[in-house]
């Protein structure tokens, strides 16, 4: 593959002589690149499976549904866990290495779940496929950066938002397909093979990128972690369980209680972190909060993970509950905007790699911010084709959004930092997109119940609650268009490549 078409500053198209004299993309890592964007789309297409498929499990495992619930729990779990180490796990590990290790676990956790005769195996297959599942993630992110080149990265990161918006949308539908030809099994076995193939390729093809860091692993940092941030997702998943979302709930008052301790945990992670540091021995090395560009811009996508994520479990809610839909046609109702986001991606890519992130960044968020203005007027006689104008207008604000935002995040740090950035990123994700959820289904749910409580009828009732959950969805979006201003291309700020040292 060849550099882009167009001149990275002025969006013009380049001599041959001035495209030559462009760093070109390394054809053996772009080939690692194409593995790793295969591996997560089967990741995230498989994570996703679950919401629709636990009610089938529950039945044929023969489960309570608070107990079926932890298929998804434990996965998110996992993932919280895992994500914050990958920073030094792809500084110890040779990218092949963690390719490896990746798939494996994944492919592993896939043929175990397959076969598993009852509810504890599924369990550990889901555990083992969380695990493989949180590499991937941070390994491709972290993979572009180191063998694309900056006027190229947001092409590439526009592929990477293919496998982000469209292995979600496509998850659910196909799991609902599956469900009503075959049994769950189908579920894995359809991934298996894809699995499968992709270790096999990579076995074959897998090169090593760059060199590895044999820094010794802080089985303190580690513990700190795993209880820190696991606590801060599981605890904020709780919140909205008890709340009716698909999370087992706990004990009123213990999900606070989690979080309150999680935060204290944090603080003491962090302390440790940076004490670390000092000597390059932390397990996430939070210097990469020393550019600016760097920390705006996750500032921005913590914001957009917040409003999304709690949107993306409350829209099905209201439309279920309130507009009485089946879960295949709520499905159906934000399917068309995941893949405009999905076909965007590369266009939006060229576009950040031409003109910077102001042109896409700021558009975007306002896309966003408005979108969620419009939710928080739904009634319970909304129409169906209002919803799905909207989700398209929503995610081509997030396309907009997201590929400048990886782009220009991590394009700000050091190359010694693209996999701490990238543990940071993904970990931000996870604990953004847990408060969303936890939020917006809390203020849905006891809006709604104090509506009912007051004489409204129910599907009034419910619609207020949508409309109060995606209020806050709305003002919180506006905040990430203001910090959309300040964010810049990497080779734009004062900052350049060298931000984080």
């Known amino acids: 593959m060849t550099a882009t078409d167009t001149n990275p500053r002025t969006g013009s198209v380049p001599t041959p002589d001035i495209a030559r004299a462009l760093p070109q993309i390394d054809p053996a890592g772009m080939r690692v690149v194409w593995l790793l964007l295969i591996a997560g789309f089967v990741a995230i297409l498989n994570e996703t499976t679950m919401s629709i498929a636990i009610p089938h499990l529950n039945v044929d495992l023969g489960v309570p549904p608070e107990l079926g619930q932890w298929l998804t729990s434990a996965f998110m779990l996992t993932m919280a866990v895992v994500i914050p180490t990958t920073g030094f796990l792809l500084q110890r590990l040779t990218t092949r290495q963690a390719f490896l290790l990746a798939m494996s676990l994944f492919t592993a956790g896939t043929a175990i779940a397959m076969v598993a005769p009852g509810f504890e195996v599924l369990l550990i297959g889901r555990i083992v496929q969380a695990a493989g599942t949180a590499i991937t993630m941070p390994l491709l992110m972290t993979t572009v950066m180191s063998v694309v080149p900056a006027h190229a990265r947001g092409r590439i990161m526009g592929r990477v938002g293919i496998v982000i918006s469209l292995a979600p949308a496509i998850g659910p539908t196909l799991a609902g397909v599956l469900l009503q ?48 941030f696991g606590g801060l997702v599981y605890g904020l998943s709780q919140i909205g369980g ?97 893949v405009a986001m999905g076909l965007l991606g590369p266009v939006i890519g060229r576009i950040y790699d031409a ?37 398209i207008t929503m995610s081509v604000g997030m396309a907009m959004s997201f590929t400048p935002l990886f782009s220009a995040s991590l394009g700000s740090l050091a190359p010694k930092l693209y996999s701490h950035g990238s543990a940071v990123l993904n970990t931000l994700q996870q604990v953004a997109g847990a408060a969303g959820v936890a939020v917006l289904i809390t203020t849905m749910a006891s809006v709604s119940a104090s509506r009912e409580a007051a004489g409204i009828a129910e599907l009034a009732a419910g619609a207020a609650g949508a409309r109060a959950a995606f209020l806050f969805s709305a003002i919180v979006a506006a905040l990430a268009v203001v910090a959309a201003v300040f964010v810049r291309k990497p080779e734009d700020s004062s900052e350049g490549f060298h931000g984080g040292h």
């Open 181 to 228: 030809v075959a049994n769950w099994r189908w579920i894995f076995g359809v991934v298996l093979p894809i699995a499968v193939i992709a270790l096999i390729i990579g076995a074959k093809l897998m090169t090593n990128l760059g060199e590895t860091n044999k820094a010794p692993l802080d089985v303190l940092s580690v513990i700190l972690s795993a209880f820190a």
């Open 242 to 338: 008890s709340h009716g979302s698909k999370s087992p709930a706990m004990p009123e008052g213990a999900a606070g209680a989690m979080i309150a301790a999680a935060v204290v945990l944090l603080g003491l992670f962090v302390w440790r972190q940076i004490a670390l540091q000092k000597k390059d021995d932390a397990l996430l090395d939070l210097r990469v909060f020393r550019a600016r560009n760097f920390t705006l811009s996750i500032v921005v996508m913590g914001i957009l993970s917040l409003a999304m994520f709690g949107t993306f479990t409350a829209l099905p809610l209201y439309m279920q509950d309130v507009l009485r839909l089946d879960s295949v046609t709520a499905g159906l109702v934000v399917l068309p905007g995941a």
């Open 355 to 391: 003109k910077g992130v102001a042109i896409l960044l700021i558009p975007g968020t306002a896309l966003v911010a408005l979108v969620m203005g419009f939710y928080a007027t739904l009634t319970e006689s909304t129409p169906v084709w209002a919803l799905v104008v909207a989700q």
